[in-house]
């Protein structure tokens, strides 16, 4: 059974989200996901662009708590130049939650995951120790650099160890997992 419903921008084998999600989420192992039932548990579903993301994301989190408290839904998407930071583009989510007719208390059970421009920019930093979340981070060209991030990220979370230069973006990210985490003991 789905346990963890990952929604994100980009298409099918055409992005390197899908590799440095499903890698960070497994490198993770969350403990309330138990035990890993083979390649079902996470589901990850690509929305195209962030207009369909937003839009689907309704749909999405009515299905998992239909399904109970044991499926949760992430959302991955980049927050571009017409937002200056994650709760900006958490709010266009909220308005097209609600006119879906899912209340605060549903909605606030979606864990963001917001990367500022794109999410090359946390592969940068977690590649370099360094990033400007101005400017477009280089494209990465391999998904095996993409995953070793996320497995980084990953190892930074478990240790609980601040990350020094850490961009505004990844924090803001890490908080809203750190509440799931929270919320799931």
């Given at each position: 059974?789905?346990?963890?419903?990952?929604?994100c921008e980009g298409k099918s084998g055409q992005s390197i989200?899908?590799?440095?999600?499903?890698?960070?989420?497994?490198?993770?192992?969350?403990?309330?996901?138990?035990?890993?039932?083979?390649?079902?548990?996470?589901?990850?579903?690509?929305?195209?662009?962030?207009?369909?993301?937003?839009?689907?994301t309704p749909q999405e989190l009515k299905s998992c708590l239909?399904?109970?408290?044991?499926?949760?839904?992430?959302?991955?998407?980049?927050?571009d130049h017409d937002c200056i930071h994650g709760d900006a583009?958490?709010?266009?989510?909220?308005?097209?939650?609600?006119?879906?007719?899912?209340?605060?208390?549903?909605?606030?059970?979606?864990?963001?995951?917001?990367?500022?421009?794109?999410?090359?920019?946390?592969?940068?930093?977690?590649?370099?120790?360094?990033?400007?979340?101005?400017?477009?981070?280089?494209?990465?060209?391999?998904?095996?650099?993409?995953?070793?991030?996320?497995?980084?990220?990953?190892?930074?979370?478990?240790?609980?160890?601040?990350?020094?230069?850490?961009?505004?973006?990844?924090?803001?990210?890490?908080?809203?997992?750190?509440?799931?985490?929270?919320?799931?003991?």
């Amino acid at each position: 059974m789905t346990q963890i419903v990952c929604l994100c921008e980009g298409k099918s084998g055409q992005s390197i989200d899908e590799v440095f999600i499903n890698r960070l989420i497994r490198s993770l192992d969350p403990s309330w996901v138990r035990p890993w039932g083979g390649s079902n548990t996470i589901r990850l579903v690509p929305c195209g662009g962030r207009g369909a993301l937003i839009k689907k994301t309704p749909q999405e989190l009515k299905s998992c708590l239909k399904a109970g408290g044991i499926t949760t839904l992430i959302v991955w998407a980049d927050c571009d130049h017409d937002c200056i930071h994650g709760d900006a583009l958490r709010d266009k989510f909220w308005k097209e939650a609600q006119k879906n007719g899912i209340g605060n208390h549903d909605f606030e059970r979606v864990v963001f995951i917001l990367a500022k421009d794109r999410l090359e920019n946390w592969i940068e930093f977690l590649h370099t120790g360094g990033t400007d979340e101005a400017t477009e981070g280089p494209r990465v060209k391999h998904n095996r650099e993409a995953a070793d991030a996320a497995k980084k990220l990953a190892e930074f979370c478990k240790s609980g160890k601040p990350l020094e230069g850490i961009p505004a973006s990844l924090k803001w990210s890490c908080k809203n997992w750190r509440a799931l985490v929270d919320r799931m003991k």
